[in-house]
């Protein structure tokens, strides 16, 4: 039994604790018995943390009280399995390379593409890696994850599923980008996914990886997908990772990427978040080697009621490293954009070169950004810079466009997506940011509001 | 032939509570040069941003016919689509938006308001291969987002240039000529020369004699406190850069 500690949300807590003692009658779905650990822990720091409330100086912007508010119906089994045909509707579809596909959380290998990997690298879902790499994953599983402050992530620990496996030998590298796609069939509401994806590279490697999230139709049933990954990035590593969020608008969504970075790796983060009713991105990099490049990118595009929120801390502890965060908002409707991005650095880690930046383009009265950048320094040689805009359009160059023929709307839509492509064009990899930029652009076209200007 | 291209009749246009231009009177036929010249604060770049349609400026009197048609009626990019051109005389960088893409989007826009089918992408880079060479402009230049991180001159010769893509039949050119050195000021009158032709007209707003040096204009005329106090051959331009513009506002005070 877990205790549940007194505090005020313990009758919010209840059912989620319920929950895992049946999950956990249930041997944890078949398990390996060194997992409970972990489980029992995730559940207890939940109960104790319970969920954030506004009150929490990390969470002032973005309220998660609607996600407490649902019955907590976390899923063991897929509701349905779709065709493979409606997977070529989603976006990165057609991008080359192996593909996992999991619908509301669980593996579905018939709609997976799983070609040869070479030597060295192995990419499956968790739960099969389980099996085949049990002693690599007790090495590496939960040992990046922060949970102390972060109820979410707790709750992954307890609850989670399946996910992405990747694991790339000592100088191999992986010539395609793995896929993972997470597909929520909004099967009902409360319906609670915890994917969980587990990257490993190991020193002088080369990997890139996308986790995709996204909806079967756009039905909006108020569904919570509770991700967790994390990274161990060798010595010397090259890793590139993509991460989309394109859920329905009902859809309740928040992610924790927590990586643990080797030294003189360079290791780029892309966050692409246009879907979800709410959606929130827990990064958490921790700067663990000399001559770190690292590079935390992101763009969101909101409209309607939609939040986006980037919550990110940079820890930087060792000497000589670089980390640059570049994010961008575009806001229409009455939507809201919300970044929050500690920078810490530690009394070693002199000669930082830390920066950070976040624009927001408002294109309605209503829609509302909200930043906070935030500097902690210990270290007494160090270039650390932040810096946060929100504006509308500039009307010199709307006005320079026009003069040579280009209409009102396609000038909107020109410069909105130039503001989106700052963020793009950081993508490494040539398809996927393509893809990427078609994605953006198609919706762009979408938003009533990019063509008159007024909310929707 | 004989239509004018350009018709400015009695222009009277300001902000808010402050009159700029108190009765402009100005015909442009085609085949023609006129020259702007006006000593800072006359009402140049206001008449200049007026013709380009500019929302800043309120016009209180008076209206403008182009080729027949009600200038001020129209947004700025049916103007452009009709052949209005203003090389700006401070370009905007707009980062993110590649010159390519602006510039034959901007064509397209032409050619399909003249019912032209629109240039592919390899179509539109042969076409401005040679136009690039007229204004000596780096080769990269196409690569590069709009005017961000050209050099001034580079700015104005990129004007130049993609007049010579858009091929304009009114072009208005406001102080193309300063900031330019002389070798780049060479390179832009070529290229302005080098456009002209028995159909389409150009209209130099300019501070300085110099640039009539390189553009021979049919017209100088003097704008002075927002109307034309004189107007002349391309020797009034010489007979200011002699006698500076006292003479004339002399001249005109007495005679008012």
Not at chain 1, 1 to 13: C, E, F, L, Y
Not at chain 1, 421 to 441: M, P
Not at chain 2, 3 to 10: F, K, R, S, V
Not at chain 2, 46 to 72: N, P, Q
């Amino acid at each position: 039994m877990t205790a549940i500690p007194s505090n005020p949300d313990a009758k919010r807590v209840e059912p989620y604790v319920k929950a895992f003692e049946r999950f956990e009658q249930a041997g944890a779905r078949q398990q390996p018995p060194w997992l409970f650990p972990l489980r029992k822990a995730g559940i207890a720091r939940f109960a104790e943390l319970g969920f954030p409330t506004l009150k929490h100086e990390d969470w002032r912007f973005t309220n998660v009280a609607p996600i407490a508010k649902l019955p907590f119906r976390p899923v063991y089994d897929p509701a349905r399995i779709p065709n493979r045909e409606v997977l070529d509707q989603f976006p990165l579809a057609t991008m080359a390379g192996p593909r996992f596909v999991f619908v509301d959380g669980i593996y579905a290998a018939e709609l997976s593409s799983n070609p040869a990997l070479p030597d060295g690298v192995k990419a499956c879902s968790l739960t099969q890696a389980l099996t085949t790499e049990a002693a690599l994953i007790e090495k590496y599983l939960g040992r990046c994850v922060r949970t102390e402050d972060n109820a979410f992530a707790a709750l992954n620990n307890a609850f989670f599923q399946d996910g992405g496996f990747v694991y790339v030998s000592a100088g191999r590298s992986v010539p395609e980008p793995v896929q993972f796609l997470f597909v929520n069939t909004g099967r009902e509401v409360g319906a609670t996914i915890h994917p969980r994806n587990l990257i490993i590279v190991e020193p002088g490697a080369k990997a890139t990886v996308i986790e995709s999230y996204v909806s079967l139709g756009n039905a909006g049933t108020a569904t919570f997908t509770n991700a967790v990954t994390e990274f161990f990035l060798g010595d010397q590593s090259t890793v590139e990772h993509c991460k989309l969020q394109d859920e329905s608008l009902g859809a309740f969504h928040i992610a924790s990427l927590h990586s643990r970075v080797g030294r003189a790796v360079n290791f780029s983060s892309h966050s692409v978040a246009v879907g979800a009713k709410l959606s929130r991105n827990n990064i958490r990099t921790t700067l663990d080697g000399e001559g770190i490049e690292a590079i935390l990118n992101g763009v969101y595009l909101t409209g309607g009621d939609q939040l986006a929120d980037h919550y990110m801390v940079v820890d930087h502890a060792k000497a000589n490293c670089a980390s640059h965060e570049y994010f961008n908002g575009i806001l229409a409707g009455r939507s809201k954009g919300v970044f929050h991005g500690r920078i810490l650095v530690r009394p070693d880690a002199q000669k930082t070169d830390a920066k950070q930046t976040n624009k927001n383009l408002l294109l309605s009265d209503d829609a509302t950004a909200d930043a906070k950048p935030q500097l902690e320094i210990y270290a007494d040689d160090v270039k650390c810079t932040h810096g946060a805009t929100v504006g509308q359009l500039n009307e010199e160059s709307i006005y320079y466009l026009r003069s040579r023929g280009i209409g009102l709307e396609t000038a909107r839509r020109m410069l909105i997506h130039a503001f989106a492509g700052e963020i793009i064009d950081r993508v490494k990899h040539d398809g996927l940011r393509e893809e990427l930029d078609a994605l953006v652009w198609d919706r762009l076209e979408q938003q009533e509001s990019v063509a008159v200007g007024k909310g929707t | 032939m004989n239509q004018p291209i350009l018709a400015i009749q009695n222009l009277h246009a300001g902000v808010e509570n402050k009159k700029i231009l108190k009765g402009i009177n100005l015909a442009i036929r085609p085949g023609e040069i006129h020259a702007i010249m006006g000593p800072n604060g006359s009402g140049k770049s206001t008449l200049a941003s007026i013709l380009a349609g500019r929302d800043a400026y309120d016009v209180t009197e008076g209206e403008v016919i182009y080729c027949g048609k009600d200038l001020l009626e129209m947004d700025p990019e049916e103007r452009a689509r009709e052949g209005v051109f203003l090389a700006f005389q401070y370009p905007v960088e707009i980062p993110g938006v590649n010159s390519t893409y602006f510039l034959r989007a901007a064509l397209n826009e032409h050619r399909k308001h003249r019912g032209e089918p629109e240039l592919d992408a390899m179509e539109f880079l042969t076409l401005v291969k040679e136009k690039v060479k007229l204004l000596h402009l780096p080769d990269d230049l196409l690569k590069r987002p709009v005017n961000v991180g050209f050099s001034g001159g580079e700015k104005k010769r990129n004007e130049i240039f993609q007049m010579a893509v858009l091929q304009p039949k009114l072009a208005v050119l406001d102080e193309t000529d300063s900031g330019l050195d002389i070798d780049a000021l060479r390179i832009v009158a070529e290229g302005v020369n080098t456009l002209k032709r028995p159909d389409n007209a150009t209209l130099l707003i300019t501070h300085y004699q110099r640039l009539l040096d390189h553009i021979v204009p049919d017209f100088v005329h003097v704008l002075w406190d927002g109307r034309i106090v004189k107007s002349g051959g391309k020797e009034l331009a010489l007979e200011l850069e002699d006698k500076g513009y006292d003479w004339l506002i002399k001249h005109d005070v007495a005679r008012g």
